[in-house]
């Protein structure tokens, strides 16, 4: 599945001797054109996760729909520390490079007009870490980023928010 979003998403670059690291171009975002980011879980830590290209716009949908955990409000409604410290954190001139959000992802059926539970499901992501850079990255205009997730939710993820197929 090859969108606009999903091309302009993510390049990764590697060099000998180091982890991959993902480039996010954002759009109109006058600090800094793009942000770097790394995998949380590495390709030797045996872990079973796989990252994943996601639309932006699709993922945080997704995660608004989520009643079990905590859903930030959209960035515009932060305090200015709060946009000042993750704006500073992902600035990619930092030696340091972030995670990427770390996320799972479940279906449920929707409800129909009545409220009655329906036939059609939609997917309901929770973020285990990165909520703030996932919200921030949409706003600053990433129209596509990556995310690490299990590898058996994979497939899910992209099913519902749609992503690219897992890099690696």
């Not at 299990?150 to 928010?161: D, K």
């Given at each position: 599945m090859s969108t606009p979003a999903l091309r302009r998403a993510a390049a990764v670059v590697a060099v000998a001797g180091s982890e991959p690291v993902w480039i996010v171009p954002l759009g109109d975002h006058p600090p800094y054109d793009h942000v770097r980011l790394k995998r949380v879980f590495g390709d030797g830590d045996d872990t079973h996760h796989c990252v994943v290209i996601v639309d932006a716009r699709k993922l945080l949908e997704c995660a608004d729909r989520n009643d079990t955990d905590y859903v930030l409000p959209p960035v515009g409604d932060w305090h200015n520390g709060k946009i000042r410290g993750i704006r500073e954190f992902l600035d990619p001139s930092n030696a340091q490079i972030p995670p990427m959000p770390y996320v799972t992802i479940a279906a449920r059926r929707t409800r129909s007009w009545l409220g009655f539970i329906g036939l059609e499901r939609e997917g309901v992501v929770g973020?285990?870490?990165?909520?703030?850079?996932?919200?921030?990255?949409?706003?600053?205009?990433?129209?596509?980023?990556?995310?690490?997730?299990?590898?058996?939710?994979?497939?899910?993820?992209?099913?519902?928010?749609g992503a690219s197929a897992p890099a690696t």
């Open positions: 973020f285990r870490n990165g909520q703030h850079r996932a919200r921030y990255l949409a706003h600053a205009g990433a129209q596509a980023f990556p995310v690490e997730v299990h590898e058996r939710e994979a497939g899910l993820l992209t099913l519902y928010c």
